[in-house]
T-cell receptor, first 109, second 114 residues
Framework: GQNIDQPTEMTATEGAIVQINCTYQTSGFNGLFWYQQHAGEAPTFLSYNVLDGLEEKGRFSSFLSRSKGYSYLLLKELQMKDSASYLCAVRDSNYQLIWGAGTKLIIKP | GAVVSQHPSRVICKSGTSVKIECRSLDFQATTMFWYRQFPKQSLMLMATSNEGSKATYEQGVEKDKFLINHASLTLSTLTVTSAHPEDSSFYIC??????????FGQGTRLTVV
């Protein structure tokens, strides 16, 4: 079956760096996405990786290794507003998004 | 990024009535629209995939006669929850995508059935 694994919850300190990991096993691969979701709101797009390597976008970076079925989202200079759930999703061979359960990130002062 | 508008954002209805939720892609033509349901503190659960002009493909366990999906054009899909019951209360989210790009999400609809 298809499976996306990411930690349930993480805690980090304001101003620090945090890495959220995601491992996947899917039927085919057509890209991996990271979304941010604040409570009660719809997800918002953060990053997209389809080739191996690191994609940097401001304070957020995302890494992909297709051979390992692994990705991480790196958040730098954490701000209180970064407290949210972070969802990892993989687009499979049918171009359907397979979602992880999300990682709740708690930022402490 | 592209804009997807979902309406209404909140709806309260009586048990036994039907509710229609609209999802519009405002500045692009979506080849595919997806409908999700999300329970508190849980991730998105795909309900159905909708392609313009064809019948929606429902995920296992989702009643197609209860959750009616119509994808009349490349910019509009609707989800109708028929004969709603309290257990249908949830957060419903649509997304629209063009094949090689990311999915863009609507704002979500908080449905409460009383």
């Amino acid at each position: 079956g298809q499976n996306i694994d990411q930690p349930t919850e993480m805690t980090a300190t304001e101003g620090a760096i945090v890495q959220i990991n995601c491992t996947y096993q899917t039927s085919g691969f057509n890209g991996l996405f990271w979304y941010q979701q604040h409570a009660g709101e719809a997800p918002t797009f953060l990053s997209y990786n389809v080739l191996d390597g690191l994609e940097e976008k401001g304070r957020f970076s995302s890494f992909l290794s297709r051979s390992k079925g692994y990705s991480y989202l790196l958040l730098k200079e954490l701000q209180m507003k970064d407290s949210a759930s972070y969802l990892c999703a993989v687009r499979d061979s049918n171009y359907q998004l397979i979602w992880g359960a999300g990682t709740k990130l708690i930022i402490k002062p | 990024g592209a804009v997807v508008s979902q309406h209404p954002s909140r709806v309260i209805c009586k048990s036994g009535t039907s509710v229609k939720i609209e999802c519009r892609s405002l500045d692009f033509q979506a080849t595919t629209m997806f409908w999700y349901r999300q329970f508190p503190k849980q991730s998105l659960m795909l309900m159905a995939t909708s392609n313009e002009g064809s019948k929606a493909t429902y995920e296992q366990g989702v009643e197609k006669d209860k959750f009616l999906i119509n994808h009349a054009s490349l910019t509009l899909s609707t989800l109708t929850v028929t004969s709603a019951h309290p257990e249908d209360s949830s957060f419903y989210i649509c997304s629209a995508s063009i094949r090689d790009f990311e999915a863009f999400f609507g704002q979500g609809t908080r449905l409460t059935v009383v």
